[in-house]
């Protein structure tokens, strides 16, 4: 019998569980054959810490520090620049000041990343203080956190079905029986999907698909020293990866749960806007792939017990700042449902209260 049986081995389901796994015996389910196989997996993988909204942004500076120290820290300099041209200019200007970027000439961006076309980007903004994230390390520093503790993390188990126990749930996942007190729903995609299977009210999130490419590096650049860049209303970014370069369209089209792929129209008018702002064509691809950014209906994380079924802990809507909010949005759930005052202020956790649905 399990205090916590988790769903979901992305970064929520892999965080919540290292946080709870100091509360009480934790088992963290993942239908996949590995953990963050799905969303997690394919990450643009950067911490800005003003990228959100005001509780996203809350939840990444109460994040910064265990980012930048815990296990030696999951952060490297990456920065993030903005740019654009007087056709985009209203976009351009909400965005610095949504962000809080420092305007620069486009000179000096093209100094930065010397594949910008000037005279197409006729302005730029830059937050020098973006981080890239270990991605891979801080799943793996969470996940033995929870083995550490005695956890249990079992992979290769899907959730077929779940009843409610005398003693709080019963989930049948692959060929296993897990009971457990209380169930924490981070299934990702899929988590209105897992709700009904308890007989608990789905809250209306919605998967968004977002496509990336790998090319080679431009030109043959050297960019391990260049910021992930942003085209203005965010409508594409490139961003350096391993010697090469990620580029996306940024879309957010609406799709069911599924083991998301990049759709190829979508892809080239995404390479075809990243094109238009620099001066080396795209001439092949290394690869492609998609992921599936899933919002609440405010856009907001979804964080502590269902109003309705108190042992039922929602632990979702992570949207596109899953990695960058783990550390505090995880800490805030184990407060929360271990009845600690949380660090964060009441606006915030109220923000992101379930309770918020009705």
């Known amino acids: 019998m399990q ?9 929520a389901g892999i965080s919540a569980g290292a946080r709870l796994s100091h509360l009480g015996r934790v ?82 961006a093209k100094s930065l990343v010397p594949i910008l076309n000037t005279a197409v980007v006729d302005r730029a903004a830059i937050d020098t203080s973006a981080w890239d ?22 992979t290769g188990a899907p959730v077929n079905a779940i009843t409610r126990s005398a003693s709080g749930w019963q989930v049948v996942a692959g060929d ?9 729903n981070a299934a990702g ?38 910021p992930m860049v942003f085209g203005a209303g965010e409508d594409w970014y490139c961003k350096p990866d391993a010697g090469a370069l990620i580029v996306s369209p940024a879309e957010e089209d609406p799709c069911d749960p599924h083991d998301a792929w990049a759709d190829d129209m979508v892809l080239a008018e995404g390479l075809a806007r990243y094109e238009e702002h620099v001066t080396e ?46 550390p505090a949005a995880s800490q805030l759930l184990a407060n929360l449902i271990g009845g600690t005052p949380p660090a964060i202020d009441a606006e915030i956790v109220a923000a992101v209260d379930p309770a918020r649905f009705g």
């Open 3 to 11: 205090d916590f049986i988790i769903i979901g081995g992305g970064i």
């Open 27 to 108: 088992t963290v389910l993942e239908r996949e054959s590995a953990l963050a196989y799905h969303a997690s997996g394919r990450s643009a993988a950067l911490f800005e810490e003003s990228y959100g909204k005001p509780s996203v942004i809350a939840l990444n500076r109460a994040s910064k520090d265990y980012h930048a120290t815990a296990n030696g820290g999951v952060l490297s300099p990456r920065g993030l620049m903005l740019v654009g041209t007087s056709a985009t200019d209203a976009a351009f200007r909400k965005d610095i000041a949504d962000m809080g970027l420092s305007e620069i000439t486009a000179q000096e």
């Open 133 to 154: 994230i270990d991605t891979d390390l801080l799943i793996q520093n969470f996940a033995r956190e929870v083995r550490a503790n005695g956890g249990q993390i079992a």
């Open 176 to 184: 296993q029986i897990h009971e457990g007190t209380t169930l924490v």
């Open 189 to 226: 995609a899929w988590v209105d999907q897992i709700a009904q299977m308890a007989g608990v009210t789905p809250l209306g999130f919605t998967p968004l698909r977002r496509s990336m490419a790998r090319i080679p590096a431009p030109g043959g650049h050297d960019m391990s020293k260049w």
């Open 281 to 326: 064509p795209v001439t092949r691809m290394l690869a492609n792939w998609a992921g599936l950014r899933t919002f609440a209906p405010d856009r907001q994380l979804v964080l502590g017990r269902d109003t309705g079924t108190p042992n039922f802990v929602w632990c979702a809507g992570q949207g596109g700042y899953g990695f960058q909010t783990a």
